[in-house]
């Protein structure tokens, strides 16, 4: 990690080094022969969508080259991404909502040959981190089991899915990366608060 350097692109830096990318997409995705024609475009159609949405922000990590990205924005605190969401939001995530302490990961892509262990979790730990937010969350595609494997492996839990129209998948697994300490206390890892508190 000591030769990874990280760098925060603003919206335009990002459609600037899109096409580049798209091409880390491709060597860090595992798409069926052929579909990786497909699969590329529809990350640069997410990308030109994504980078539209108030406070989007992006990190990259570089070696000698693009080693790997993510990016998000925060969560609108109306509760509308949760929108679709099977069953009763989680009392402490709806609480978090409203405070505006949420910040959705779209995306995180890691160059497969990198010798840089971790690499996705500092990503997005420091994305998180820079945005004081006290939850990541992200949706993933229930088909693309080696994605939610990977998102797993990083620390993040489900807890429920989300239906959305189309285009795309109509439901998503919806998945939560804590950043607080778990104390007898908050066993979830999330610290409740008079700045997270809906009031009543």
Known sequence: ???VRLRRLNRWQAEDLSEDLADLFVESSVAAPGEEFRGREEFLRRLADDVRLPGFDMLIAETEALAGCAYGFPVPRDGSWWQGFDGPLP?????LTASGHLFAIAETLVHPHGQTRGLARHLQEHLLADHE???GVTLVD?????ARAAFEAWGWQEVGQVRRSLPGPTVLRALVLRLGQR?????????????????E
Do not use: K
Request: hydrophobic content about 25%; glycine content about 6%.
């Open 133 to 135: 937010s006290s939850l």
């Open 1 to 3: 990690m000591d030769a």
């Open 91 to 95: 009392q402490n995530i709806e609480q």
């Open 142 to 146: 229930p088909s693309h089991g080696a």
């Open 183 to 199: 104390t007898a206390e908050h066993p979830d890892g999330l610290a409740h608060n008079a700045r997270t508190q809906r009031s």
